[in-house]
Each structure stands twice: as structure tokens, then as C-alpha cells.
């Protein structure tokens, strides 16, 4: 795990693992605002085989081992969401 | 996102009381006798079945004149009811059934290294029956199954029972239910999905007897991402009270790079329906998919 990260480094991380991981090409990490909604086609427009990647490298990176769907719905928003919930958990 | 499929519960408690009886008091081969007029039923009267069913038929067998395939459908609508009551019986206790195990040992490879594994089924033979005796891997397998499969899947694999190993995921929550699913691999758990049926993924279209068919890449993307294998799981009669489960067929998805992975999976799901292929070319009269997968849509 990395040492204690800052809410902006943690953002930043999670842009670059979205990318790298995702494949999401023609987009860099500025383009992907804090607030926007990942998985809706007005935001970044990812599906659930992405969701997939998502969850396996947040356990892999951080650690964070997400218990349940209610949890998921809730944390699997938006870069803050993630990055809210890795600062406070991980 | 999720899709609903309809699904056909057949019979009902008085019928099913008819067959437990015929089973209790005449055994396999009187149940049987009593399935043949209820299959004529259905395929007199089940207009979906007889379509849903002729769409394999008619390309697994693609030089049978229409009256021939009509009749294959009775033979497997009557061939599904015998597995049906083989399930049945079996589940009771009131008959045992011989079952052949293939690949146990490539199963046991998989336990011992304490990894997380996927079981693929299909509506291909007694997938259920194939489940009920797995209680060999000593552990709990999660079934990701629809709401309205539940009740015919509980009542088959006794899962409101408090010592069932069995225990369900549904694929209706967030994100197709991914989570959980995703929490019980890396804990080493048995995760079952049916490979002919898009439960919480969308499908991709693959070669599948000389045709297009849609099948779903939710399981094969999961054991992508979580570097798991996929044990497939066929369960096919082959005799009055025998059984053959094989597990050879293991599928180790494994992205190369990061790119086009959509086209990686697809390779992956055409292996899938190649196994099935095989299997239905062995036992025609075992497929029981009874959903047009090469519906366009």
C-alpha cells in the first residue's frame, strides 16, 4: 500500500488508473472533473465491465474492499467519492 | 445493463405431487411413463417451447424436413422432463444415481491453490443435479441467478435449507452485482454463472452452430479482472441412472494489453460456445436452452 496519500493525490492517482486501466483512450486525467458521474453516458459513460476493473484495482492498490452493493452505490460515483472514501479507509 | 429473460416454470404442485407419487411408489421407469403424455401436452400447446426449441433444432439438425424437427422438439421436451424427474428423485434421496466424475483432479488443482474460481453451467444437461453434488469442494459456491430463476433453483438445491452450500448473488443490484461477486473470489470462494444467460452483462455475438448466437461475457470479464479461472461445468445422461460431469474444460481468460478488450473477450466466449457445441453435437437431446440465442435483436 502507499504511504498516507493526499485527497489531490488520491484523485489524481484514480484519473490515471481509470485511464491506464480502462482503456480510455483520446482522454487524459485533466478532462475527468472530480464531481463527474462516472458511470453515466453525460459522464464518463463506463459500464459495468469497467466497474469490474475499477473494484479489482482499488483492492489492489489501496486495499479497499468494497462489502456490499449498498456501499458500491455510494462510492462508485464519482473520483470524489473514491477518493473520499480511500483517504478515510485505506 | 441487466436484462430480464422471461422464464418458464413448468408444472405445477398438484402435477409435480402426481410425479413425486409415480416416483415413490413406481420408481424412475413409471414416473417416466407418466412424463410421456405430459410432454405431448406441451408440445402440443407450449408455442414458445416449440419455437424457442425448434430455433436449436432446426441447426443442429439443418437437413430435417420441418416434420422431423417438429417431432425432435417432443423428444426434447420429453427428454428435459426425464432430467427433470431425475433431479427430482435424486434430490429426495429416493433413487441414487451413479455420477461419473471427469476432471476431478484438474478441480482439485484449483482448491489446492486457494484461489477463487468461477463454475460456468449452461442450460446443457443436469446442470442442477451437477451442482447438488458438489458438496466435494467443501466450500460454499454463490450462485449469481435472476430473482425469478430463484424459486425454481431454491426449490432443486434446497437452498433455504440452513446447512445448503449453496447461496445466491443476484445480478439485478449495482453494476450487475459485481461486488459481492468480486469480494467472494478473492476470498477464495466458488462464484457459479450460466453461460448461456445475461445476467447483469451485456452479450456479445460468436460463431454458434453455423450461426451468430448472443452469449453473455459478464463471468469471462470477471475472471479477467480478477485473474481467476473458469471451471465449465457439463453434467450430461448417459444412461437409465447415470451421470457424467466433466470439468476438463478450464478457460483462464487473461487480457494481453489493455487494448480492444472487448475482442478479447469474445475469443474467450467462442471457446465457451465451442464446448457447448461439442456437447450438443455428443447429446442433442440435452439441450435446454429453450431461448432463441440467435434471435436478432
Redesign the interface.
Given at each position: 500500500m502507499p504511504e498516507k496519500q493526499t485527497l489531490e493525490e488520491i484523485r489524481e492517482r484514480l484519473k490515471e488508473e481509470l485511464i491506464e486501466n480502462l482503456s480510455l483512450e483520446d482522454i487524459e486525467p485533466k478532462d475527468i472533473t472530480n464531481d463527474e458521474i462516472i458511470f453515466d453516458e453525460n459522464g464518463l459513460g463506463l459500464d459495468s465491465l469497467d466497474a469490474v476493473e475499477i473494484v479489482v484495482f482499488l483492492q489492489r492498490i489501496w486495499g479497499i474492499e468494497i462489502k456490499d452493493m449498498e456501499q458500491s452505490r455510494e462510492i462508485l460515483v464519482s473520483i470524489d467519492t473514491m477518493a473520499n472514501y480511500i483517504l478515510e479507509n485505506a | 445493463?441487466s436484462q430480464t429473460l422471461e422464464t418458464t416454470l413448468r408444472g405445477n404442485s398438484i402435477g409435480f405431487w402426481f410425479f413425486k407419487t409415480f416416483l415413490r411408489f413406481g420408481g424412475l421407469y413409471a414416473a417416466y411413463m407418466l412424463l410421456l403424455g405430459v410432454s405431448l401436452h406441451y408440445w402440443l400447446f407450449d408455442k414458445k417451447t416449440v419455437k424457442s426449441s425448434s430455433a436449436y433444432l432446426k441447426r443442429r439438425f439443418p437437413l430435417d424436413s420441418k416434420i422431423k424437427i417438429r417431432l425432435k422438439v417432443y423428444k426434447l421436451i420429453y427428454s428435459q422432463g426425464k432430467q427433470l424427474l431425475d433431479r427430482i428423485a435424486q434430490t429426495s434421496g429416493s433413487i441414487k444415481f451413479d455420477i461419473d466424475f471427469i476432471g476431478r483432479d484438474i478441480l482439485n488443482e484449483i482448491l489446492t491453490s486457494k484461489k477463487g474460481f468461477i463454475l460456468l453451467t449452461a442450460h446443457a444437461g443436469n446442470w442442477q443435479l451437477a451442482m447438488t453434488e458438489l458438496n466435494m469442494l467443501e466450500k460454499k459456491i454463490f450462485l449469481v441467478i435472476l430473482k425469478e430463476n430463484n424459486i425454481a433453483v431454491q426449490k432443486a438445491l434446497k437452498i433455504n435449507n440452513d446447512n445448503s452450500m449453496f447461496e445466491i448473488l443476484s445480478p439485478e443490484?449495482?453494476?450487475?452485482?459485481?461486488?459481492?461477486v468480486?469480494?467472494e473470489l478473492?476470498n477464495g470462494n466458488a462464484v457459479s454463472y450460466m453461460g448461456d444467460r445475461p445476467y447483469?452483462?451485456?452479450s456479445l455475438k460468436v460463431d454458434f452452430m453455423n450461426d451468430k448466437a448472443s452469449f453473455p461475457?459478464?463471468a469471462f470479464?470477471?475472471a479477467a479482472?480478477?485473474k481467476v479461472p473458469i471451471v465449465t461445468v457439463l453434467a450430461s445422461k448417459t444412461g437409465f441412472k447415470t451421470y457424467r460431469v466433466d470439468f476438463t474444460n478450464i478457460i483462464k481468460p487473461e487480457y494481453k494489453g489493455?487494448?480492444n478488450?472487448k475482442n478479447q473477450?469474445s475469443e474467450w466466449v467462442q471457446e465457451y460456445a465451442d464446448i457447448l457445441n461439442n456437447f450438443f453435437e455428443e447429446y442433442p437431446y440435452q439441450c435446454f436452452l429453450f431461448h432463441d440465442v440467435w434471435e436478432n435483436k
Open positions: - | 445493463m443490484g449495482h453494476l450487475g452485482g459485481i461486488v459481492p468480486v469480494k478473492n447483469g452483462f451485456e461475457y459478464g470479464a470477471i479482472a480478477t489493455r487494448k478488450k473477450l
